[in-house]
């Protein structure tokens, strides 16, 4: 069984940093394409940002200049680093991973909460 450990969310005030990690718990064959989605409260899920595996990035608009997705293919993690988080970034973060090969699917994270407010 796979599954993805997030870590890192919080309480933070406005301008202030989070780093997000996401590690798949077990050792697979390939992982393609891995990636962080929000929904924050009221709002439809969207995607924050995405890292293919050779190191081919992706961000949401609202994002652009402020966040930066990287990931170790080595330990098979995925780390989101938030800079000058704004309200409007709270909301509840999922990482994803798409695992090629033995255990192929697509999977999520439980979820992790980032709350900005002063």
């Known amino acids: 069984q796979v599954q993805l450990v997030e870590s890192g969310g919080g309480l933070v005030q406005p301008g202030g940093s989070l780093r997000l990690s996401c590690a798949v718990s077990?050792?697979?064959?390939?992982?393609?394409?891995m990636g962080w989605y929000r929904q924050g409260p009221g709002k439809q899920g969207e995607l924050v940002a995405s890292?293919?595996?050779?190191?081919?990035?992706n961000y949401g608009d609202s994002v652009k200049g402020r966040f930066a997705i990287s990931r170790d293919n080595a330990k098979n993690t995925v780390t989101l680093q938030m800079n000058s988080l704004e309200p409007e970034d709270t909301a509840v973060y999922y990482c994803?991973?798409?695992?090629?090969?033995?255990?192929?699917?697509?999977?999520w994270g439980q979820g992790t909460q980032v709350t900005v407010s002063s």
């Open positions: 994803k991973a798409i695992i090629l090969g033995t255990w192929g699917g697509n999977y």
């Open positions: 077990r050792s697979v064959s390939t992982i393609g394409s």
């Open positions: 890292i293919t595996n050779d190191g081919i990035t």
